[in-house]
């Protein structure tokens, strides 16, 4: 008598088809997976246009100082229509990054908006810390003059004349591996500058530095992080000296496809603990977008931001 026909596979294949949508569907609106799926609508848009997600957009460069709304409830900052102050804000954002300021969210603007970045705001009470301009240091090397790109936080923040000497500590749970490595960070600053480093408990510390996620610190005026992709970390500047990163970051020693590379991101936040700003130099450490996968180190233009600084 022959066997009867088995639908053992197929309930299977069926049941792990149902499982993999599942997830994929969940993973649609996490925004650990997604952290900028809104950005996919507004390819294209412009001033006058009303689309899905462009309040979020508003949100995004609110953040990073390129625009301001005043929150009313009937603000425009809650709606998804592409207004004048969104556009001028779009402009400024791709001047900074060296893109064409056209105000219409083209592939390259939502790309570099993609990437992951520091949470310290490009523009601060209405000064834009990457606008390029004549006050830029100049070097004169012979009968050539180069230009140099780094910024400062308003009136020139930086810690004591004379004090060369600065210590780092770590939060109480921070994991070794993690402390290992931004320690490495503060050795490189300090093989460049005339800044000595020593690590000492973290209550003691000039420089105190600590890893959370979306949940804040005990401080009320620490800022929680965004989640996977987003901001992986950011600092204050002289004299406070803190130092936050974004624990749910898939963090990584060296250049690793995917991961966020540690080390990098210390080197970046720790010149804003000294005082340095952001760059409009790409190639500087101080440059407010730390593309994922990739290792950075510190540029002249870095080196020669600290000279001029501290006069040295």
Same mark, same amino acid.
């Given at each position: #008598? +022959?066997?009867?026909? =088995? ?35 507004? %390819?294209?848009? /412009?001033?006058?246009?009303?689309? %899905? ?14 625009? =301001? @709304?005043? &929150? ?40 570099? #908006?993609? #990437?992951? !970045? ?18 830029? =240091?100049? !070097? /004169? $090397? ?22 060369? !000497? $600065? *210590?780092?500590?770590? +939060? ?21 500058? =005339? ?12 420089? %105190?530095?600590?890893? &959370?996620?979306? *949940? ?11 989640? !996977?992709?987003?901001?992986?970390? /950011? ?8 130092? &936050? ?16 590379? $540690? ?12 005082? $340095?700003? /952001? ?6 450490? #101080? ?20 000279? +001029?600084? @501290?006069?040295?």
């Amino acid at each position: #008598m +022959a066997a009867k026909p =088995h639908f053992q596979l197929p309930i299977t294949i069926l049941v792990l088809f149902l499982a993999l949508a599942f997830v994929a569907l969940a993973s649609a609106s996490d925004p650990y997976s997604s952290p900028f799926g809104f950005l996919k609508n507004l %390819k294209g848009c /412009h001033k006058g246009e009303k689309v %899905k997600g462009i309040h979020q957009l508003k949100n995004y460069l609110e953040k990073f100082g390129y625009v =301001h @709304y005043d &929150h009313s409830n009937n603000s425009s900052s809650n709606n998804d229509e592409f207004d004048d102050l969104l556009e001028a804000a779009v402009k400024t954002y791709q001047k900074n990054f060296h893109l064409r300021p056209t105000g219409v969210l083209d592939t390259q603007t939502l790309s570099t #908006m993609s #990437m992951p !970045r520091c949470g310290c705001p490009d523009i601060i009470n209405g000064t834009n810390t990457m606008e390029r301009s004549s006050s830029n =240091h100049g !070097r /004169h $090397l012979g009968s050539f003059k180069t230009v140099s790109h780094f910024r400062f936080f308003d009136n020139n923040l930086r810690w004591p004349a004379g004090k060369t !000497r $600065l *210590t780092y500590g770590f +939060a109480p749970g921070t994991p070794p591996r993690f402390s290992s490595i931004i320690a490495r960070a503060y050795t490189k600053w300090e093989a460049r500058t =005339h800044f000595r480093f020593s690590q000492v408990s973290f209550n003691s510390a000039d420089m %105190k530095v600590e890893f &959370h996620g979306r *949940t804040p610190t005990s401080n009320p005026n620490d800022e929680p992080f965004d989640g !996977r992709g987003r901001v992986a970390g /950011h600092a204050w500047a002289p004299t406070d000296g803190r130092a &936050h990163y974004d624990i749910d970051e898939n963090w990584a020693d060296g250049g690793v496809p995917g991961a966020m590379d $540690l080390e990098s991101v210390a080197l970046h936040e720790i010149g804003h603990q000294l005082g $340095l700003h /952001h760059s409009e130099f790409e190639q500087a450490i #101080m440059w407010s977008i730390i593309p994922g996968g990739q290792r950075k180190g510190l540029d002249q233009d870095d080196i020669n931001g600290i000279r +001029a600084l @501290y006069r040295v």
